[in-house]
């Protein structure tokens, strides 16, 4: 019932800019963390960036000062605005989103399925 969709990704130079996006839809009482992780082939996936319920906010270092997480509560939609990319960022970026579907319920953790960001030098 309740799905994260993630858009946003593409090909850009080296220095270029993406906004990725990831909505919630479906039964939604509540949402709390929300978070972007990435994947790169031979990788281990990494937590880019998270931001809670209230706003508060956490970077992975590499990426502190170019990526801005950053919600709209009324859409239910994250983002994540990512400048002065480089070719290390190429990897599949993932929305991770804590939903409780009721007012009774727990949070459960809910995943999409991914966009791509490649990045050119």
């Known amino acids: 019932q309740v799905q994260l969709v993630e858009s946003g990704g593409g090909l850009v130079q080296a220095g270029g800019s993406l906004r990725l996006s990831c909505a919630a839809s479906g039964r939604i009482f509540s949402i709390g963390a929300m978070d972007w992780y990435r994947r790169a082939p031979g990788k281990q996936r990494e937590l880019v960036a998270s931001?809670?319920?209230?706003?508060?906010?956490n970077y992975l270092d590499c990426v502190k000062g170019r990526f801005t997480i950053f919600r709209d509560n009324a859409k239910n939609t994250m983002y994540l605005l990512m400048n002065s990319l480089k070719p290390e960022d190429t990897a599949r970026y993932y929305c991770n989103a804590d939903i409780g579907t009721t007012i009774w319920s727990a949070y459960n953790d809910y995943w999409g399925q991914g966009t791509q960001v490649t990045v050119s030098s």
């Open positions: 931001i809670t319920s209230g706003g508060s906010t």
